[in-house]
């Protein structure tokens, strides 16, 4: 019965990696598959020190993306909706679904500026495993590559970051990249909620402050 179990949990789990793969295929590159894959594997490390439903994990992991509001007029639903149509369409419990579907649309950093309505240590696994994927080198290449999708500025000196940007503002923000350091991603290492991701989020932010000391360094002649 167990063996049976865990061969339909495998069967989910990759027809849905594979449902995620294809939809993203033209996704912009901060948010394309490898970040989902990075995203699953986080969740997956993450995990092991935590009592967590895997399946859920990973299907959130995997899903969390699917459709993003930024890229869809804002419609926040968008995202749980295409989910659950997808995992009902392979015959997923619908208590699994309905749990995918309520850390889809809570996971969000601006849900926790007070929105968020839920909350389970599946959902911390993701959220961590996502936060850790905006961090360290990959989080400054994918804020760099955020930015010029958006046509931002890399630095600008008479532009002073902004630490009380409600949700829209931060949407529509229209601040220099390295501001997004100071709002948002030197933020995120004191925001982990599960044991294993401190760790990993201390060395990745070292390593951004690091790169912004350097920044700053050679914008100003010194080095
Ligand atoms: P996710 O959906 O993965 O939690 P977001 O949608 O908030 O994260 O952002 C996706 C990526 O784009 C992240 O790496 C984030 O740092 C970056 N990003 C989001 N907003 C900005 C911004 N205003 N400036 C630079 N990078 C940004
Ligand atoms: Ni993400």
């Known amino acids: 019965h167990t063996e049976i179990t865990n061969q339909h949990t495998s069967f989910i789990i990759q027809k849905t990696a594979t449902f995620v793969k294809q939809t993203l295929q033209n996704a ?72 995918v579907q309520q850390i889809i649309r809570n996971m969000s950093f601006k849900s926790s500026f007070g929105e968020a309505t839920f909350s389970s240590e599946e959902m911390k696994v993701v959220q961590d495993a996502d936060r850790l994927d905006a961090i360290g080198a990959i989080g400054i290449a994918r804020a760099f590559t955020y930015g010029g999708f958006k046509n931002r500025e890399m630095y600008n000196p008479e532009i002073e970051p902004n630490f009380n940007l409600t949700k829209e503002a931060y949407k529509n923000s229209t601040a220099p990249t390295i501001n997004h350091f100071y709002e948002k991603l030197l933020l995120l290492k004191d925001r982990m909620n599960t044991k294993t991701a401190p760790k990993i989020a201390s060395q990745r932010h070292q390593f951004m402050e690091l790169y912004l000391e350097q920044f700053a360094a050679e914008w100003n002649g010194i080095k």
Request: aromatic letters at 6%; glycine letters at 6%; zero cysteines.
């Open 28 to 99: 912009e590159s901060g948010h394309d598959w490898w970040h989902i894959l990075r995203v699953w594997n986080n969740a997956k490390q993450i995990a092991q020190t935590e009592e967590v439903d895997l399946l859920v994990v990973e299907l959130a992991a995997l899903l969390h993306d699917i459709a993003d509001s930024k890229f869809h007029n804002g419609d926040e639903e968008i995202g749980s909706k295409t989910a659950g149509d997808f995992l009902k369409s392979i015959e997923v419990d619908a208590e699994v679904i309905g749990h």
